[in-house]
C-alpha cells in the first residue's frame, strides 16, 4: 500500500524556505526552472528527444538533466513493477523529485510513459504557473511496436510480459499538452528544436 500524493507519515514537519529564492536563481542561471515532462508510448523517442533537449539546453549554458524512465528504476524506484498502483507510486516519487530540482532552479526533463493522465495531472499540481511543461511524444503505435529497441512489444506478444502499455493496458493520451510532437513527420532535431522554442517563447530560457 502506497502513500497518497505528497501526504507525510510523520508528523511535526516544517518546510524550510532558504535564503535563495526563484529570482536569485534564474539571475543565476540565466533561466528559470521547469519540468518538462515526456510522456507517450515505449519505443516513441521519449528519451532521445528529451536528451537531444537537454543537449540543446546545455550548450546554451543551461542546467538541464534528463531523469530517464528506466535509470530511476535501477535505483530509486527499483522496488516498484508495472501494477498500477506501482505505476502510480513510480511517478509520484519522480514528480517529486522533478519538483525539486525545478526549485533548485533547474530545467529537469523526465522522459516516462506516464501512461494515466491523472498521474501527470498530480505532478502538474505540485508546480508553480507554467513549470510544468507537459510534452506529447505522439507516434503511432505500428510505429512504436516496428522500431521496438528494447524487444518489449515482441515478448508482450508472446505473452512473456503482462499489461503492456499500447497493447493490454490503456495509454491516455494528454488533452492539451504544451507541445505536441507529431514524431512520424519529425526528426529529433526538428522535435528538439520545437521543445527548445516553445521555452523560449514562454520567456522560460533567457536571452539566446
Not at 528529451?50 to 535505483?75: K, Q, S, T
Not at 498500477?84 to 516516462?112: H, K, Q, T
Not at 499500447?166 to 514524431?183: I, K, M, Q, R, W
Request: include cysteine.
Amino acid at each position: 500500500m502506497f502513500l497518497a500524493m505528497s501526504a507525510p507519515k510523520a508528523e511535526n514537519l516544517t518546510w524550510h524556505i532558504g535564503e535563495v529564492d526563484k529570482d536569485v536563481r534564474a539571475s543565476a542561471y540565466g533561466h528559470r526552472g521547469a519540468v518538462l515532462w515526456f510522456t507517450g508510448l515505449s519505443g516513441s523517442g521519449k528519451s532521445t528527444i528529451g536528451h537531444r533537449v537537454e543537449r540543446m539546453l546545455v550548450e546554451r549554458g543551461a542546467f538541464a538533466y534528463v531523469l530517464d524512465g528506466d535509470n530511476i528504476r535501477h535505483g530509486l524506484n527499483s522496488d516498484l513493477g508495472f501494477a498500477p498502483e506501482e505505476r502510480a507510486e513510480n511517478i509520484r516519487r519522480i514528480g517529486e523529485v522533478a519538483r525539486l530540482f525545478a526549485d533548485a532552479g533547474g530545467l529537469v526533463l523526465s522522459a516516462f510513459i506516464s501512461p494515466y493522465r491523472k498521474d501527470r495531472d498530480r505532478v502538474r499540481g505540485l508546480m508553480g504557473p507554467g513549470e510544468f511543461v507537459e510534452v506529447f511524444v505522439d507516434t503511432p503505435l505500428e510505429i512504436c511496436e516496428a522500431r521496438d529497441p528494447k524487444g518489449l512489444y515482441k515478448k508482450a506478444r508472446a505473452g512473456e510480459i503482462s499489461s503492456f502499455t499500447g497493447l493490454d493496458a490503456p495509454y491516455e493520451a494528454p488533452a492539451s499538452p504544451e507541445v505536441h510532437l507529431e514524431t512520424e513527420h519529425l526528426s529529433v532535431d526538428e522535435a528538439a528544436g520545437l521543445v527548445v522554442r516553445y521555452l523560449d517563447e514562454q520567456h522560460i530560457l533567457g536571452e539566446s
